[in-house]
């Protein structure tokens, strides 16, 4: 029996892997990865038999089915076992499917982590997804089909508000904020193919996503994510200096 | 000029970075690197000048000005400035500050992400952040000090919820989630000092951790995080088969 080790590949940029990540790929005998993953990721493996697995867009519980069982096949006649995810695989990742059968089956394994596609997002933007006095919390979150309004008010809040995926539900996302009472001039990042040649960034409003202002600009094939808060305003170069910045801090803490 | 490189160190252990950083630490000048960065992360830049930075507890303003002007003062001497921090940039990181300051300066900046430690944690605990029919989202949120009530239950809500440096107020934390609405019998898992070789992990529910019950196992001088919710519940190897979870899922939809 093999070991397998489920390692995120991180957002795209086959160097956003990590180093543990890309060391076992070059020790892989076998390496499952989804369809999503750069293909210059898998030139850290060059010894390995490489299977593409998952679907781009949507999840048919019979191919999860089909990859649970590919991993656990390739365990059974390999030493070291890769299957690579997009992102991170403890988010969004059905990781837990995974993890599931390769304990039924008492295979050996272990999860590497990855870079998730909010972080990289936050790098190409330069803006912190956390921010002093502005969000000390942020909500990952996804909705491959249009979530209610409950859902988005209730379960989910956060000063920061990261969108997984929310491409073609982003106009009802907007409104349902606005409605739960976020400010329409709330600013808005949207990452798409985050991290690689292919990335593009459209920064709007609230309001602009309401009305659809990004729907013409975003491209059905690239994965996305839809970043909201005053985290992600433009910063505005006043030439103010910090301590100038400390010192207004203080007087507003007098007054 | 030179140009400064802010790289996410990830959670501890030295091979947690990506590719990328460790690329750009081999061929850096100096690297500032926080304090809790893990000796052995220094080793992939044996050529650079290493100067420590930042303070493990406690940030005061007068300190962040004076890493600000060590990252200005070391570009203006030296072609590649690393500056290291711990997890990622963009989370719980005053990156903003500095990248403020290297703005206002006028020298070139990157951002690298980093595994933070809420994917470490995940990926050590072998639990999923989120979850098919269980959870579908995820809160990141940091408390140095107790929160009000108000400030959890209204604004950081999510499925799975995680708090970075919760300690001293992991009980009061507990107590208002429930006081919210929480089940008291809510999966609680803490993970300390998550990927090191330190690394511990307990797991409790809401009700024990509002009970204080893991105040004596924590250790104060290290980083820990809380990781609450269903999501996080041990998974029952009943010998099931996923499809029989399937056949299982489809009956409750029936019903």
Not at 35 to 42: C, I, K
Not at 221 to 247: K, N, Y
Request: some cysteine.
């Amino acid at each position: 029996m093999g070991k397998v080790y489920l390692i995120g590949a991180g957002p795209g940029a086959a160097d956003l892997i990590t180093v543990r990540g890309a060391r076992l790929l070059e020790r892989a005998d076998v390496v499952l990865h989804d369809a999503l993953v750069e293909p210059a990721m898998l030139d850290y493996a060059p010894h390995a038999r490489k299977i593409a697995v998952g679907k781009r867009c949507g999840k048919r519980s019979t191919a999860q089915h089909f990859i649970n069982k590919q991993i656990v096949d390739a365990a059974k006649e390999h030493g070291l076992v890769v299957r690579l995810k997009g992102g991170d695989p403890m988010l969004f990742g059905r990781a837990d499917e995974e993890m599931r059968a390769l304990e039924a089956a008492g295979i050996e394994y272990e999860v590497v982590p990855g870079i998730t596609a909010a972080l990289a997002s936050a790098a190409s933007l330069r803006r912190s997804l956390t921010l002093r006095g502005v969000s000390r919390s942020v909500a990952l979150a996804t909705h491959s089909r249009a979530p209610d309004s409950a859902e988005i008010r209730e379960q989910v809040n956060a000063d920061s508000l990261v969108f997984y995926m929310g491409r073609d539900s982003a106009p009802e996302i907007a409104q349902q904020l606005i409605d739960a009472g976020r400010a329409g001039s709330t600013p808005v990042a949207i990452v798409e193919a985050c991290s690689t040649p292919r990335e593009r960034m459209l920064t709007l409003t609230l309001d602009g996503l309401a009305a659809g202002d990004a729907q013409l600009w975003l491209d059905a094939s690239q994965p996305s994510l839809l970043m909201i808060g005053d985290a992600f305003a433009e910063r505005v170069s006043s030439g103010q200096s910090d301590a100038d910045a400390e010192h207004d801090e203080a007087a507003l803490r007098v007054a």
